[in-house]
């Protein structure tokens, strides 16, 4: 079991009040908060160890190399990429879908070829295979779902076929919480001979990830939803891709000579890392993978399991409240998607931050899928390891007088 109280007392942000009210954060799917342990480290390398990486042989720059390369390794492990050689910094997960998008795809999506997406994809996941698409003459198809929320596998055999060139698809929504059975997909769409885009994004903070087990070819993921700060992503990919894959960025440090007319360029993954890199965040996103791996997969998910179960039954007993996304257990993750009957998602949460709770409302960036459902928006919640059953409790009674606040009699 976790000790929760010594994991929020590691989390200066929920110590304060907001709106007179003890913080209750229930929007770490948008981003979570960070332990100490990591504020120390990020502020540990800028007063002792800010140099320009890579570039220097004094002091300061050779310990921001090691540092970053240290970050590089610990990330390498934690996902179970083969080599730090296929573990290249980004911005966040966007900056690497972008780069997969502009680099493989533009580089070898034909006209003609078709690329595959679900329909909860991100925008992240979507608009830049639109402009791929757009851009080579290939088509975008979707994945849709069913009324339980899952993707209808029956309908992805044909979707998925030998004209796939791509098939970019998240692990868990982020509108929706339902995770994925990625495998059983990655493995159907590598034998109709596409490549694997995976997003990680919302996975990664709550799911051990083994991008090897789940033989992706690209892998991203956000630093700033797995308690590191933001400015730092991740995107993995097969050392056989990336090696033949045009530059994405060009700039300093991803060339390895520069004549007036002609370029070469670095190896990887320095190749893709154009620029003075997020020394900081990728300090800080190693904290955050020790913090993670000293607490363990097993007991973080055992609380963010019981967290969920608690919160679906709460919710489930609010009056004129349904939640949009599987109720099965072990076919989603932590977070949770609902509607109000006739209150507006963004009134929703007005109304609760003055309770101190923090939640979303809106489209989640998700516009497709809001489309396909048929809903403009949702007010979503989703947990995190240091979140309790009582803040569940103090979001169910705050949920529960907002149709009172917005004038309706029961
Ligand atoms: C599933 C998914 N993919 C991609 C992203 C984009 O992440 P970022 O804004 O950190 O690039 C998000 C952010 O919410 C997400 O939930």
Redesign the pocket.
Known sequence: MLDIETIRSEFPALGQNVNGKPLVYLDN??TTQMPVGVLEAVRNYKERFNGNPHRGSHYLSVKATMLLEEARTKVAKFINSPSTKEVVFTK????ALNLVAYSYGLSSIQSGDEIVICISE?H??LVPWQRVAGLKGATLRYLYLTEEYEIDLERAKQIINEKTAVLAI?VM??ALGTIYPIEKIVDYAHNQGAVVVI?G??SVPHLKTDVQKLNADFFVF?G??LFAPMGI?VLYGKESFLKDMPPFLMGGEMVEYVTEQETSFNELPHKFEAGTPNVEGAVGLGAAIDYLSEIGWEKITEHEKSLTKYALEKLSEVQYLKIIGSKNLEKRGPVISFTLEGCHPHDISTIVDMDGIALRAGHH?AQPLMNYLQLPSTSRVSFSLYNTKEEIDILVESLSKVRGWLGYES
């Open positions: 799917a948008a966040n997960a966007t900056e991100h992240s996941n998240a929504s982020n997003d994004a919302q956000s700033h939803k992503g960036c």
